[in-house]
């Protein structure tokens, strides 16, 4: 039973930056598919970035790929999601998420909220216009 602790979050002004980690407790970590999502008030829980277990697979949802990038350390058993000209529309509670799925199979469910096992408690962006 992995536990994920985001930091990072913050308030920032529109078109600043932000990284946010999320350190993993167990050292499998490096065997565990990735993820980030965020809700914000009033919306749906929202993917935003995964990536395989060796960082060799990612995928980033339309709205952020040019502004936001996954990466993982996997020596420090760390997770990140480097945040760009960030927008007002970026403004959400974001959370790390892990799965223990195959990178074959995390390759056509990465999207997915459900196909993750375990959650951080998540970290609030907040963006400025």
């Known amino acids: 039973q992995v536990q994920l602790v985001e930091s990072g979050g913050g308030l920032v002004q529109t078109g600043g930056s932000l990284r946010l980690s999320c350190a993993a407790s167990?050292?499998?970590?490096?065997?565990?598919?990735m993820g980030w999502f965020r809700q914000a008030p009033g919306k749906e829980r929202e993917f935003i970035a995964g990536i395989a277990s060796s960082g060799g697979f990612t995928r980033h949802a339309t709205s952020v790929k040019g502004r936001f990038l996954i990466s993982r350390d996997n020596a420090k058993n760390t997770l990140y999601l480097q945040m760009n000209s960030l927008k007002p529309e970026d403004t959400a509670v974001y959370y790390c998420?892990?799965?223990?799925?195959?990178?074959?199979?995390?390759?056509?469910?990465?999207?997915?909220?459900?196909?993750?096992?375990?959650w951080g408690q998540g970290t609030q962006v907040t963006v400025s216009s």
């Open positions: 998420a892990a799965t223990t799925k195959n990178s074959l199979a995390y390759s056509r469910t990465y999207y997915l909220a459900n196909e993750y096992d375990y």
């Open positions: 167990e050292r499998t970590f490096s065997s565990y598919c």
